[in-house]
């Protein structure tokens, strides 16, 4: 019952209550004759009173000839004896006044009636809007799905970039909900469901957006996570809703985020049971993904970036059919991405979308995203009328080693230490072919705990490295360790991230990519359980499935490994230790050496980069 519909209701019944008492009140007024107490005393001496009855404040009775109005029935008030004598004597006439009690006996009964309705109607407003009792206890098997109709999400296809396969995937979906029953022409049929899979901020929720406003159809928008609650079952029956909804708007868009909080693989954990409530509502997921028509115009899709704990029921064909990788862009998707981003903010003439792309490998949609806006509110931050290059590079320092520390102040020999040990990566990664070129050194604390930081520039999207290329890796690493070693004869801490990545490199050269002679081409190590982890994310304690003797092996091989390559890159800053004093030198002095005050300083220097 819609608002306008109660509002007439109202009145009618207003308008009823209105012409009964104005009926009743008619009709008394009608039939009993009302008359001062003056005159009842001449119609009392006259013997023209039939029979009366008293109350306290009224004489009512019967006369035995009718009054010229016809009326036989009369009523008067009371008046005090000794008043109505006194009256009486000066021939005046007179009745008895009383207070009239009508509104507020009215009010008496009508109060409490409007009270308890009023009660009932807000109680059941609020369960019509799904707030309930208690926070939602009236409602709690309804779904919590955002719905936007048609174009509100307020994105396309031209909102997204860098994902151009993703979107060419997802076109298809576009065209069969615009074309539901033109689609099976040829018996083919659209796939129940679209799994995006890809690492976090890459644009999975932007792409199904972008779905339903291409298709302009309605767009059910929940997360894994809010079909889940302290009462048993309230999930399952969230996920009926959720289908019962989108089925009367079809076509329409089921996105469900976050799938892995939901579909997580069952049986898993060490308390894991049947009657568990995130069980329930997957198996009711699973059901209603069976029970629905993939020709009735409804399409389910859902993102995770950890595809590797869900549960295969809901991956096999028939559910899920479709899988679709939104992985990192490359550098030309990183471009693409830039573009979009950057119409929001003003631009310098001199900046190079492109080169920017080429300083962050590894970057997603949403790290892009928010590289733009550090560089514009570092523009803004010194007061300039456009973000120029200079705001982009040092917006990606701040978003890769962290905020400057400059009032950390370091004493002389340890600025020193760390100018060495910066130098020492710097001048291996020059001396080595085919290593990332070197953008900046600093020896500016940034972050937590980076007392100096050296920042590679690559020059091209890598998606393989051979064993040199791992090597001459682990040697840039070990270049400020080596350089330590070499100018002070002992060794600091500052290097126990570098042995870290160095040793896991040479871990997986010998567990995974069979590059140890001794070990031969076999993988003793399994893959790592998140397949999504960057290359640079140090990878889950594997399971260990050879024998101890192979892992004694394994344990020198790495040894090896790494000792062979600390002493090729000691034999490299040794021959170049001429150019590792004057380059610390100089990077005391300015704190910061980009490339071209490397090159320039390499070049002074009478040898050089001499082959070693």
């Given amino acids: 019952m819609n608002k306008q519909t109660r509002f007439n209701i109202g009145y009618a019944v207003a308008a009823i209550f209105a012409v009964m008492l104005i009926q009743y009140i008619y009709t008394t007024a009608s039939k009993i004759a009302v008359i001062p107490y003056s ?53 005046v006439r007179f009745t008895g006044q009383i207070e009239s009690t009508f509104l507020r006996d009215l009010l008496s009964w009508v109060m409490p009636v409007l009270l308890f309705f009023g009660l009932w109607w807000f109680i059941a407003r609020r369960a019509a809007q799904g707030g309930g009792l208690g926070g939602g206890l009236m409602a709690i098997g309804k779904s919590k799905a ?38 099976g022409r040829l018996g083919g049929r659209m796939p129940k ?30 997360s894994g996570s809010e079909f889940v609650e302290m009462f048993v079952g309230v999930g399952a029956a969230r996920v009926r809703d959720l289908f019962q909804q989108a089925h009367q708007k079809a076509p329409a868009i089921i ?88 119409k929001k903010v003003k631009l310098a003439p001199g900046v190079d979308l492109e080169a920017v792309a080429a300083l962050t490998p590894g970057f997603t949609g949403a790290d892009l995203a928010n590289l733009v806006n550090e560089a514009a509110l570092l523009a803004t931050r010194r007061g300039g009328e456009a973000v120029t290059m200079s705001d982009f590079n040092n917006a990606i320092e701040r978003m890769v080693a962290g905020l400057e520390k400059r009032n950390r102040l370091l004493n002389p020999k340890e600025r020193e230490i760390v100018a060495y040990h910066e130098m020492g990566h710097a001048l291996v990664a020059l001396s080595l072919p085919g290593v990332d070129p070197v953008h900046k050194v600093s020896i500016i604390p940034r972050g937590v705990g980076a007392l100096g930081y050296t920042i590679q520039r690559p020059i091209e999207d890598r998606f393989l490295m051979t064993k040199e ?26 290097a126990a991230d570098d042995l870290r990545r160095v040793t896991d490199i040479a871990r997986s050269m010998v567990t995974r990519y069979g590059m140890s002679e001794k070990l031969g081409s076999i993988a003793y190590d399994r893959e ?77 220097t009478p040898e050089g980069l001499r082959a070693v």
């Avoid at 595809?307 to 030309?332: C, M, N, S, T, Y």
């Avoid at 994310?537 to 000792?563: G, L």
Wanted: net charge negative; charged share 30%.
């Fill in 39 to 91: 005159e009842y005393q001449q119609l009392l001496r006259e013997g023209k009173i039939e029979s009366v009855g008293i109350s306290d404040r009224t004489l009512q009775g019967t006369l035995k000839e009718p009054l010229p109005g016809g009326q036989k029935q009369f009523i008067t008030t009371r008046v005090d004896p000794e008043v109505a004598q006194e009256l009486e004597k000066h021939n």
């Fill in 146 to 183: 955002k719905i936007y109709v048609e174009a509100d999400t307020g994105v396309n296809f031209s909102d997204v970039a860098g994902v151009d396969e993703a979107k060419d995937e997802l076109r298809e979906v576009v065209d069969f909900l615009k074309n539901p029953t033109d689609y």
């Fill in 193 to 222: 469901g679209v799994l995006l899979v890809g690492p976090p901020g890459t644009g999975k929720t932007l792409l199904a957006k972008a779905v339903a406003g291409e298709a302009k159809v309605p767009f059910f928008s929940i």
């Fill in 255 to 342: 996105f469900i985020d976050e799938l892995d909080a939901l579909g997580r693989a069952r049986g898993i954990g060490p308390f894991a049971g049947g009657h568990d409530e995130k069980e329930q509502t997957l198996n009711q997921l699973l059901v209603e993904l069976d029970g629905f028509d993939s020709r009735s115009g409804l399409v389910i899709l859902a993102a995770t970036n950890r595809p590797e704990i869900l549960d295969p029921a809901l991956l096999r064909a028939g559910r899920f059919d479709r899988q679709v990788l939104v992985d990192r862009p490359d550098k030309k998707g990183r471009t693409e991405i830039l573009n979009v981003h950057a």
């Fill in 469 to 494: 290329e791992l090597e001459n890796k682990m040697a840039v690493l070990l270049g400020g360790r080596v350089a330590e070693l070499i100018v002070f004869d002992h060794l600091s801490t500052g």
């Fill in 528 to 604: 790592p359980g998140n397949f999504l982890a960057g290359a640079d994310r140090p990878y889950p304690m594997p399971e260990r499935d050879y024998a101890e003797e192979t892992a004694a092996v394994v344990d020198h091989e790495v040894r090896d490994i790494v000792e062979r390559v600390f002493q090729r890159t000691q034999g490299i800053l040794s021959a170049r230790r001429a150019v590792l004093d004057r380059a610390a030198k100089k990077l005391l002095e300015k704190e910061t050496l980009e490339q071209r005050d490397l090159e320039a300083l390499i070049r002074e």
